[in-house]
């Protein structure tokens, strides 16, 4: 039966209508429930962390392939985040860095998508310097991987091409022993990161999310398996929340309800001693209670990332059923790695989560959710993390299945159009406190 004529019999539903439900996250409307998850590109080569023509065109290319959300790529907030990176991001910490991401905006506004930022207050023990200078974070715990924590498949591609990852080849990827930051240097950072917020709403970002999952920074103050603190930073739950809490009433302080303001937590750690799903369910309540505007979960962190980069899908389901259990009923729930539509729009309609987020799947095909609408044949990520494999030695992504992912900027289909007759010069944001 062709996808029209199953239309026609179903009422002229779109096939999994449930993914093609609008939503409201704070004051914005999403036209369905298909997220772009965020992924650090390393297209930005330039090490000062400006947009490009290639980033701009690659946003273009998923939001003309019918997503109702594209997150940024993680943006690094503050100064001392962008100079102990894992390899290199986006950053926007001062005024040169807005006119770059108002025209990721633009772009992908053009073609029909809203956007977040996916904002950072830093990498914390898993970046690092070229001088090797001991990187900031709750304690001076370093981080370690092991081989067995990381995805099977990725672990495949990696020892398929063994000379690629050499240990003597120049790497950026490694762990410096961290150094315990002072009282102050939090409480500056958080200023400085609260200030890079607001750069965000004069770039016209939609929404803003707080990126904690993953061991990064805000994870690590979570986890009592990085902070060792014996002040009112660490210890009991309530202690090692503080930072996030801190930055969240400061953010809030900043930007009032100008635009959504969400956060990334990963479900669990997964780790010995870290911190786990009971936990963290405490933390997305307290935030629920506060006022978070949506919750997007993920998994692990760099010790653990096979939790983060699944290889079936639907693993954190469970873990997304368990946050909106903690939150009231108007605030979403994001899941990532959903890839097959049927069992993403079960997810959906089970309650167990409000939209899905697509990483890889975006990767190998930007027109997931146009071909998904339509009911036509799109190309199914294999979950083989080449994509993985080139950013975690510094290299800009690309796909073995995806010729195109890289060269968008060489096609035109994806170039910005001419700014509507009558769009303002200047975004009218929602009143600022
Ligand atoms: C190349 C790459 C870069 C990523 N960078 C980020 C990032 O900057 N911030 C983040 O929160 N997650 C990042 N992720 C994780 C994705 O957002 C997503 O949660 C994960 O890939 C699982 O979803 P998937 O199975 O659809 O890929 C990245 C993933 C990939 C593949």
Redesign the pocket.
């Known amino acids: 039966m062709t996808a029209t004529a199953d239309r026609t019999e179903a009422g002229n539903q779109p096939p999994h209508a449930e993914l093609f439900q609008p939503i409201t996250i704070g004051n914005v409307e999403i036209k369905n429930r298909i997220v772009m998850?965020?992924?650090?590109?390393i297209f930005s080569m330039d090490n000062l962390g400006y947009v490009n023509e290639q980033i701009l065109a690659y946003y273009a290319a998923r939001a003309k392939g019918g997503v109702g959300l594209i997150?940024s790529?993680?943006v690094l907030g503050t100064k001392m985040a962008s100079r102990f990176p894992y390899t290199s991001?986006l950053h926007l910490f001062n005024p040169s860095h807005v006119p770059g991401l108002e025209e990721v905006v633009e772009t992908i506004h053009a073609f029909g998508s809203k956007t977040f930022i996916?904002l950072?207050i830093g990498f914390g023990r898993q970046g690092h310097n070229h001088d090797h200078e001991p990187p900031p974070a709750p304690s001076a715990v370093p981080y370690e991987t092991s081989l067995e924590m990381l995805p099977k498949k990725m672990l495949e591609t990696i020892r398929k091409n063994e000379s690629f990852f050499h240990p003597s080849l120049p790497t950026v990827a490694f762990a410096d022993k961290p150094r315990e930051m002072t009282r102050e240097e939090i409480k500056s950072e958080i200023e400085e990161f609260s200030n890079s917020c607001l750069l965000a709403l004069r770039a016209g970002f939609d929404g803003i999310?707080l990126?904690a999952?993953?061991g990064y920074l805000e994870h690590q103050f979570l986890s009592p398996r990085s902070n060792k603190r014996t002040d009112e930073y660490g210890g009991s739950l309530e202690n090692r929340m503080r930072f996030v809490l801190e930055i969240y009433h400061k953010v809030r302080e900043k930007i009032g309800n100008a635009v959504p303001l969400g956060i990334?937590l990963s479900g669990d750690e997964h780790m010995p001693e870290g911190i786990h799903h009971d936990e963290l369910k405490i933390v997305v309540k307290t935030l629920g209670d506060l006022g978070i505007d949506y919750v997007?979960l993920?998994s692990g962190s760099y010790e653990a990332t096979k939790y983060?980069?699944?290889e079936e899908d639907g693993t954190m389901c469970e873990e997304a059923a368990g946050f909106k259990s903690m939150l009231p009923e108007h605030v979403p729930v994001m899941t990532?790695?959903?890839?097959d539509p049927a069992l993403a729009a079960a997810a959906i309609r089970d309650g167990k989560t409000d939209l899905i987020?697509?990483?890889?799947?975006?990767?190998i095909d930007a027109d997931w959710a146009n071909k998904v609408h339509a009911g036509e044949k799109f190309r199914k990520?294999t979950?083989c993390?080449e994509?993985?494999a080139?950013?975690v030695v510094g290299l800009p992504?690309r796909c073995l299945h995806n010729r195109d992912l890289g060269r968008e900027k060489y096609m035109p289909e994806y170039w910005r159009p001419t700014r509507a007759k009558g769009e303002p010069v200047i975004h009218q944001l929602a009143q600022l406190p």
Not at 357 to 363: A, N, Y
């Open positions: 998850a965020p992924m650090n590109t997150i790529e993680c991001n996916q950072s999310e990126h999952p993953h990334r997007h993920s983060f980069f699944p990532p790695s959903i890839h987020s697509l990483g890889r799947q975006l990767l990520c979950r993390c994509c993985l080139r950013t992504v």
